[in-house]
């Protein structure tokens, strides 16, 4: 069956940076896009951005442009989410997900990894 | 950027009572490229409708969808205890990817 499971909670300071870790299983981890999805405490869901497990190509939200970096590690069928320049608002669950159809970037969010809570407070 | 608003906010109804869930799109959605999901407390969603109006494997058929252009809606025919949760649709047709904000769907 289908799983993504992401790497644990982490705590960090304004400024620095974390790198969330999505491990898949239970399918071709190339042939299916994975898009971030954040959700601060209490608040509706945020859409970061998507990357193809395929090619590497990615699609950021403009907000999250120039601070975001999704890469993937195909040897290991993992997705990585790597967020810079932390700031308090920052704070929230980060979420990975896979579109539900092989090479179609048009349906996002059929399976989804447990979330990861990135906690920023100095 | 396209906008998705959704209402009501707070949505209060019986079990085995009829809920419609309206979300609304600043722009026309492409495609009708139009998900909805439900999300329960310290969960991660979990994808109901996509295309507007498919239903994903093993959702219920008391789920529905309905609606093109800028105006969708999701209906749960019969509200059964489990249902009782936040509902977000999402927008998939242009970049970037938005949600709507949310409608809770609380006991009465």
């Known amino acids: 069956q289908v799983q993504l499971v992401q790497s644990g909670a982490e705590v960090k300071k304004p400024g620095a940076s974390v790198k969330v870790s999505c491990k898949t299983s239970?399918?071709?981890?190339?042939?299916?896009?994975i898009s971030w999805v954040r959700q601060a405490p209490g608040q509706g869901l945020e859409w970061m951005g998507w990357m193809s497990a395929y090619n590497g190509n990615t699609n950021y939200a403009q907000k999250f442009q120039g601070r975001v970096t999704m890469t993937t590690n195909t040897s290991t069928s993992t997705a990585y989410m790597e967020l810079r320049s932390l700031r308090s608002d920052d704070t929230a669950v980060y979420y990975c997900?896979?579109?539900?159809?092989?090479?179609?970037?048009?349906?996002?969010?059929?399976?989804w990894g447990q979330g990861t809570l990135v906690t920023v407070s100095s | 950027e396209i906008v998705l608003t959704q209402s009501p906010g707070t949505l209060s109804v019986s079990p085995g009572e009829r809920a419609t869930l309206s979300c609304r799109a600043s722009?026309?959605?492409?495609?009708?490229?139009l998900t909805w999901f439900q999300q329960k407390p310290g969960q991660a969603p979990r994808l109901l409708i996509f295309g507007a109006s498919s239903r994903a494997t093993g959702i219920p058929e008391r789920f529905s969808g309905s609606g093109s252009g800028t105006d969708f809606t999701l209906t749960i025919s019969k509200l059964e205890p489990e249902d009782f949760a936040v509902y977000y649709c999402q927008q998939c047709g242009t970049s970037p990817r938005t949600f709507g904000q949310g409608t809770k769907v609380e006991i009465k």
């Open positions: 997900a896979r579109d539900l159809k092989a090479w179609n970037t048009l349906i996002q969010g059929a399976y």
């Open positions: 722009q026309s959605v492409s495609g009708n490229y």
């Open positions: 239970g399918y071709t981890f190339v042939s299916y896009g």
